[in-house]
């Protein structure tokens, strides 16, 4: 059972930027995937970015390519979303999920987009204002 949670939300200015962190209870976190999604009000959710196991492999959604970063501390237990030039469509509540693999799983941008996560946070608010 692995136990995430989230932080660094809030409300911030159309244009700024936020750094979300998530936190997870298990030793054995770098054996899992890890992204962060999103869910704004009346819409489905959706995933954000994902990284691979080691980091060296990442997924980004088309909306946020080039403004998001994903990043991970496995010495830590924490995956990061570093969020820039935020716009008010950002507006949503973030979650982070996690997905153990098996060893040789093959981790490329589409895979892992397309996972099972089967770990979540309670999510944390982002609010952009304009």
């Known amino acids: 059972q692995v136990s995430l949670v989230e932080s660094g939300g809030g409300l911030v200015q159309a244009g700024g930027s936020l750094r979300l962190s998530c936190a997870a209870s298990?030793?054995?976190?770098?054996?899992?995937?890890m992204a962060w999604f999103r869910q704004a009000p009346g819409k489905e959710r959706e995933i954000v970015a994902a990284?691979?196991?080691?980091?060296?492999?990442?997924y980004y959604a088309t909306s946020v390519k080039g403004r998001f970063t994903i990043s991970r501390d496995n010495a830590k237990n924490t995956v990061y979303l570093q969020m820039n030039s935020l716009n008010p469509e950002d507006t949503a509540v973030y979650s982070c999920?996690?997905?153990?693999?098996?060893?040789?799983?093959?981790?490329?941008?589409?895979?892992?987009?397309?996972?099972?996560?089967?770990?979540w946070g309670q999510g944390t608010q982002v609010t952009v204002s304009s």
């Open positions: 999920a996690a997905s153990r693999v098996a060893g040789g799983y093959y981790e490329s941008p589409w895979a892992l987009a397309h996972l099972n996560y089967d770990y």
């Open positions: 298990e030793r054995t976190f770098s054996g899992h995937v």
């Open positions: 990284i691979s196991r080691t980091g060296g492999s990442t």
